[in-house]
């Protein structure tokens, strides 16, 4: 699906007209038209979703030894990207129903273990200020921004919005990651749109932008006498990277079809299996459902899932599971994490199923099938 539309023209512009690297035309054109999307007023493109994740939180002021609230059930980058700034990750647990961030256990949390102390929060607990919130969006949904960005208005704290899997998701009928003091998002080879690499910050505050692209080329006060300020990043996308990214958006609601297509198919399938649960809807939610995942039978153990994931592979299908969960992770065992229940159990139950734009019906039934088979086989008892 890489070369289905402006692609090439794109990349032979930029070659013709020398352009190839962290400056040209394609590079605004692209932050332009992500701005857009989301419906923010502002957008810097950088080289990595880890770069913009770590641009967003310094942007909005995480400083060393602070706190930041994190979902526990996410791919790791964001977590890094909170270490990357000195500061600490507080894992909050998945909500069950949704899988995103518990917005309910979070204003638990809030109201219960932290107090106010000369206008800041802290964390009764580690004694450290918690300076913001970064909900993940995960699997092409939204986590419930409503409930969140009242908790963060009621304890003074920023949100930075982690929306690299949910390019193309509304909540409420707004983008994920247009409703945080900064969204970011990623274009690496296996999101729903791929520039071969990158990733965009977003937000709506100019000041805030400026800073983000001031961080992200190296902090330059003078281009004469190359002055900086303060100790920057080289974090700048590239425009022949932009030149596909921009082709690639430009497709994004055919991808966005057929990524809902394969999932109704899974689903259709899916729901009529005893004990196997389907992929979230949630409400007020437009899902692109970037990667279609399903729950074993409830009770299932890590190793058994870990088996059937083996033999799908065995038999040519590329299944894999969730993330184990962060406060599992053993860089971040020691970082404070509350109640996490749900974040477990989705992850000792969950497969996630073959999903890219261009698989084929066919494929999927056939993955679909061995899934169902191997599920039966272990319900009846009777030995792999
Ligand atoms: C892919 C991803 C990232 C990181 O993006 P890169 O461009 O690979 O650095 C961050 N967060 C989530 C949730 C992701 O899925």
């Known amino acids: 699906m890489l070369q289905g539309g402006n692609e090439w ?17 394609f590079v605004e054109r692209f932050e332009r038209e992500v701005a857009a999307l989301v419906g923010a007023q502002h957008a810097v493109a950088v080289a990595s979703g880890t770069a913009a994740l770590h641009t967003a939180l310094r942007v909005v002021g995480v400083e060393p030894d602070e706190e930041v609230i994190v ?40 109201d219960e273990e932290c107090d106010f102390q000369d206008q800041r929060l802290i964390h009764r607990r580690t004694r450290r200020r918690i300076r913001a919130i970064l909900p993940v969006h995960i699997l092409g ?20 919005e982690d929306a690299a899997e949910a390019m193309g998701v509304h909540f409420y009928g707004r983008h994920a990651g247009g409703f945080g003091d900064v969204g970011i998002f990623s274009f690496n080879g296996n999101k ?27 902090a330059k006060d003078d281009e004469i006498e190359s002055l900086h300020g303060e100790v920057g990043y080289n974090y700048r996308l590239t425009n022949i990277q932009a030149a596909v990214g921009l082709a690639q958006l430009e497709r994004l609601e055919g991808f966005i079809e057929r990524k809902r297509e394969l999932a109704g198919r899974y689903e259709a399938i899916f729901s009529a299996v005893e004990g196997v649960t389907c992929m979230p809807s949630p409400p007020n939610t437009r899902p692109t459902y970037w990667l279609y995942t399903v729950l074993l039978p409830q009770g299932t153990l890590p190793d058994v ?14 299944a894999r599971a969730l993330w184990l969960p962060a406060h599992r992770q053993p860089s971040y065992r020691s970082s404070p ?28 039934l056939r993955c679909a099938e061995t899934l169902v088979q191997i599920i039966n086989r272990q319900r009846s008892g009777v030995a792999g």
């Open 9 to 25: 023209r794109y990349l032979k512009e930029c070659l013709e007209s020398g352009w190839v690297s962290s400056a040209g035309p």
């Open 337 to 364: 994490a509350f109640e996490i229940q749900a974040a477990d159990d989705l992850f000792n139950r969950g497969i996630c199923l073959p999903s890219s734009v261009g698989l084929d019906p066919v494929d999927l």
């Open 71 to 110: 979902s526990d059930l996410t791919f790791i980058a964001p977590v890094n990207a909170i270490h990357y700034c000195g500061a600490h990750p507080v894992f909050m647990d998945a909500d069950p129903v949704t899988w995103q961030m518990d917005a309910r256990k979070l204003e638990r949390f809030l």
């Open 192 to 218: 729903i749109v791929t520039a071969g690499g990158g990733g965009m910050v977003v937000t709506g505050d100019a000041g805030l932008a400026r800073r983000a692209r001031y961080l992200t080329t190296q």
């Open 141 to 160: 949904l939204a986590c419930d921004m409503g409930r969140i960005m009242d908790a963060a208005e009621k304890y003074g704290l920023r949100v930075v």
């Open 305 to 318: 899932r870990r088996a059937i994931i083996e033999e799908l592979g065995e038999n040519g299908f590329q």
